[in-house]
Structures are given as C-alpha cells and as structure tokens.
C-alpha cells in the first residue's frame, strides 16, 4: 500500500521568512503527490501536484513543493510565509482504486503558524 | 465553476440516532468520494464510487454506514445508530472520471459532525 508521512504536528516561522512543511512517501511504482491546505472550519483546498517532469512544482498562494526521489521526499514550500497561510496541510499519495479510478491516501497533517 | 456542494454543514446529535449528509459534485465529475475526517488526523477514505457503481468500500464501517448514489450524481451518506466515536467532519470530494494522470481531487467544505 502506499503512504505519505508528515514528520511534524506543527511548525512555526515568523512572517516573511521561508517556510518548509515536510513529507516523504512510501510508494510501488511511481509517486503521483500532492499537497492539500485546510483553512479552520473549512474542507480541504487544492494546492499542487507532481505527476512526472520537473522537480520543482509550482502551485496556488506562491506555494512550490520539491519532488526528490532518492530520499522519498514532497516537501511544500513557499519564499516568504504569510500570516494567512496559517493553516492545516496535508500530504496526499495517489492509490489507484482499480475500474480505472483512484483515491488520495493522506498523512496525519502539518499545523502551520506564521507569527507576526 | 461551482464547487462540491455539501449539507448540512454542521449537525449535532445523540448516540444512537441517525444522520444523513447530502453531497452534489462537481458538473461532469464521475467519480466520488466521501473521506472521514477526526480531529487531529488526515482524511481517510470511506467510499468512493463512479457514476453509480461502488468502486471501494472496504472501510466503510457497513453495520452503521451506508451510502448511495442514484443517477451518478448526488450522494447520500447516512449513520444509523451513531456512537460518539463517528464525531468528525465528512468531506465529500469529485474528479474527472477515469484515472487520467492530471486529474485533481476537488473537495467541498465538509459535514461537522458532533456526537453526544
């Protein structure tokens, strides 16, 4: 089966300083990835994803994650954190569900706080 | 676009009684999802269908759970008798059908489910 794990419950960065949220996978084949954000009291957003080519992905809210296969690593950053990203993010690994669909398998979440 | 659309937001009832969340996907999404959401762990999978077919429901705890999809568009998630341990957000998600590389997994806000 495959599986995504976020090593942190929370990490904390001051405004304006890069921020890192960490995630490595365990996969058969090869790892299609993406990163979720949850605002409070709100579902899960879409950020980005790595299907295959460039290691560097790009996605919503200046976010960028860095795919790198020899250490199994999905790791979501952004230059210059926000007191608006401040918020649950989630790592997520493709399962395919058979019929020709698939499903998202999520790790425990990262609690992001930007302090002022 | 309109999003995954879901209702009610928020319910609270006793052990024992029963609830049902109401789910309208994305226009033209095939295939959904409903995930199950504790507090303080990442979305896990409950059941996932396409059009009206069940493509996995291993996870789906059957001897209180059940779930629909007539037509192949809207879903019904219902519990009957609810136990205090099913308190937690139930997100509804949609993608394109068929395991098509770049397709994303879009998720609606969420049912907050709190049982007393």
């Known amino acids: 089966a495959q599986s995504v794990a976020q090593p942190e419950d929370q990490v904390n960065v001051a405004e304006g300083n890069p921020l890192t949220v960490k995630c490595t996978y365990s996969?058969?084949?090869?790892?299609?990835l993406f990163w979720y954000v949850q605002y409070p009291n709100r579902g899960l957003q879409f950020l980005l994803k790595?299907?295959?080519?460039?290691?560097l992905v790009k996605g919503s809210y200046g976010f960028e994650a860095e795919f790198n296969k020899s250490q199994t690593s999905f790791h979501l950053k952004k230059p210059s954190a926000l007191v608006s990203d401040s918020a649950l993010y989630f790592c997520?690994?493709?399962?395919?569900?058979?019929?020709?669909?698939?499903?998202?398998?999520f790790g425990k979440g990262t609690k992001l706080s930007v302090i002022p | 676009e309109a999003g995954v659309a879901q209702s009610p937001r928020y319910k609270i009832i006793e052990k024992r009684q029963s609830v049902a969340f109401w789910c309208n996907p994305i226009?033209?999404?095939?295939?959904l999802y409903w995930y199950q959401q504790i507090l303080g762990q990442g979305p896990k999978l409950l059941i996932q269908?396409?059009?009206?077919?069940?493509?996995?429901d291993s996870q789906l705890p059957k001897d209180r759970f059940s779930a629909e999809r007539l037509k192949g568009v809207d879903s019904t998630l219902k519990i009957q008798p609810a136990k205090l341990e099913d308190s937690a957000v139930y997100l509804c998600?949609?993608?394109?059908?068929?395991?098509?590389?770049?397709?994303?997994?879009?998720f609606g806000e969420g049912s907050w489910l709190t049982v007393v």
């Open positions: 998600a949609s993608s394109l059908a068929v395991a098509g590389f770049g397709n994303t997994i879009y």
């Open positions: 996969v058969s084949g090869n790892p299609y």
């Open positions: 790595y299907i295959t080519g460039d290691n």
């Open positions: 997520a690994v493709r399962e395919d569900s058979g019929a020709g669909s698939y499903q998202l398998t």
């Open positions: 226009s033209g999404h095939a295939t």
């Open positions: 269908f396409q059009n009206n077919g069940v493509v996995d």
